[in-house]
Each structure stands twice: as C-alpha cells, then as structure tokens.
T-cell receptor, first 114, second 109 residues
C-alpha cells in the first residue's frame, strides 16, 4: 500500500441497510478524517480522529459512526442508510494538527442509497 | 463555525492568468489551504498560508490577508491540465478544516 486507500470504490445500497466504508493509510499519520462531498456544498467533515483510540464529531455526524482501533485504519459505518447519504465519501489523513501539514486524501467511495 | 465564499466558475484562455478569490469568516484561524481537484479524483494539496503575504510555488501563488479574511490563488501560464476545481479551506482553532464549495476553472485553447 502506498498512501491512503479506500474500499469499496463505489456501492449501491438499499435504504435501511448497514454499510462500512473502509480507509487505510500506511504513512503513520496520527490524524484521520472522513468527509462527504456533495454538488454545490463542497467537502463537509463527518468525523475525525486525532490519534488512535480517540474520535470526534465534525459538521455532519448524524447517521454515521467511526472507530480508531489502530493508527492505520479508520472505518466509517452507516448504521441504517438513507437516500440523503448518497454522496462521495473521502477519507484523509495528516501527520499532525499543527503547522502546515496538509491532509492527504484517499481516492473516494461513491455511495448511492436507493 | 466557518463561512467560506469563492466563485462557482471561472473560464480563462490557455497561457493566461486567473485569480480565484476566497473570503472567510471564522471562529478561529490556524491557516488557509488551497487544494486542486480534477473531476472524479481526490483533492490534492497546492498551498498553505498562515501569515499575511504571498507564497509562490512555481506557476501557482497564494495570498493571505488575515485582517480582511481574504485569500486568493493565482494561476499563471495556464495549461489545459489546470482545468479543475480549486478548493479554499480554512483551519480553525481546533485544527479542523472547513472547505468552500470550490471554484471550477475551465481552460480554453
């Protein structure tokens, strides 16, 4: 693995189903983030984790949960998907929350909830 | 919270210069980032400003005025591959990024 990966690439899901989006990074970054991107709204932060074992809520956390059991993995779970969760989901990581350390983004997961 | 505004679309000719403005209102400020995003791809980092002034990086420059809540990204010698969305993002006091909706730049021959 080089950088940050996400799976699946795309998914069509029936409303009410449970879904976990996977994110893995091999850069040993301590901070990780989940965003959703919708047309005209830009990227919005769902949840974040500053370090393994800790998580926090972003701007739009309702309907989503995350866990950070180790440094590399940061899965995002939709407990019961709804059509409004149709979006492109990006995972990102950064080396630290300070300084000019930029966030590196994964390739994204395109999710459609019917 | 953050309120970040940038134009929706801009069009320019190959070889020309384009300036993308970004204004913001923040509850805390710890830096401003610009990202480039090609259609169907992930955002990639372009520049970072935390102090007032101009940061130059090849054909791309970014300017910040903290007192005015204003930044711009300057793209010089435009190339066709520069056609993309450009995202302005502000990092707040809790070190979280808030993004503008993005500016789609179309470069024409």
């Amino acid at each position: 693995i080089a950088g940050i990966t996400q799976a699946p690439t795309s998914q069509i899901l029936a409303a009410g189903r449970r879904m976990t989006l996977r994110c893995t990074q091999d850069m040993r970054h301590n901070a990780m983030y989940w965003y959703r991107q919708d047309l005209g709204l830009g990227l919005r932060l769902i949840h974040y984790s500053n370090t393994a074992g800790t998580t926090g809520k972003g701007e739009v956390p309702d309907g989503y949960s995350v866990s950070r059991a180790n440094t590399d993995d940061f899965p995002l779970t939709l407990a019961s998907a709804v059509p409004s969760q149709t979006s492109v989901y990006f995972c990102a990581s950064s080396d630290s929350d300070s300084g000019g350390n930029e966030q590196f983004f994964g390739p994204g997961t395109r999710l459609t909830v019917l | 919270g953050q309120n970040i505004d940038q134009p929706t679309e801009m069009t320019a000719t190959e070889g020309a210069i384009v300036q993308i403005n970004c204004t913001y209102q923040t509850s805390g400020f710890n830096g401003l980032f610009w990202y480039q995003q090609h259609a169907g791809e992930a955002p990639t980092f372009l520049s970072y400003n935390v102090l007032d002034g101009l940061e130059e990086k090849g054909r791309f420059s970014s300017f910040l005025s903290r007192s005015k809540g204003y930044s711009y990204l300057l793209l010089k010698e435009l190339q066709m591959k520069d056609s993309a969305s450009y995202l302005c993002a502000v990092r707040d006091g809790d070190y979280k990024l808030s993004f503008g909706a993005g500016t789609t730049v179309t470069v024409r021959a």
